[in-house]
């Protein structure tokens, strides 16, 4: 069993920051990739950004320079920190990592995603 609690989200004004973070817990022998999705109000769920094992980071053109994802591997979490917020960021962030549970799972078989239950950002003044 693999558990990823979210934290974070909020109501902030344009221009506003906040920092998202998702700790993962139970089962798990080594995480590759970690990221952050989000999903507006009447929109498809988009890939925001990701971070791989190594650190190598990604985004979405939309959020590029204004966010900032990173991890910390002994505590099996991932940061999302949100900067110069504009209404548009206003979605459901779920944050996902992309792990192996166990040695049989690493050895046999294909690494498995886990997803946060969402945490609601919204920018408005």
């Known amino acids: 069993q693999v558990q990823l609690v979210e934290s974070g989200g909020g109501l902030v004004q344009p221009g506003g920051s906040l920092r998202l973070s998702c700790a993962a817990s139970?089962?798990?022998?080594?995480?590759?990739?970690m990221g952050w999705y989000r999903q507006a109000p009447g929109k498809e769920r988009e890939s925001v950004a990701r971070?791989?094992?190594?650190?190598?980071?990604t985004y979405v053109d939309s959020v590029q320079g204004r966010f900032i994802i990173s991890r910390d591997n002994a505590k099996n979490t991932v940061y999302l920190e949100l900067n110069s917020l504009k209404p548009e960021d206003t979605a459901v962030y779920y944050c996902?990592?992309?792990?192996?549970?166990?040695?049989?799972?690493?050895?046999?078989?294909?690494?498995?995603?886990?997803w946060g239950q969402g945490t609601q950002v919204t920018v408005s003044s």
């Open positions: 139970g089962s798990i022998f080594t995480i590759n990739d």
């Open positions: 971070i791989t094992s190594g650190g190598v980071t």
């Open positions: 996902y990592v992309n792990l192996y549970a166990n040695l049989y799972e690493w050895r046999l078989e294909a690494p498995r995603d886990y």
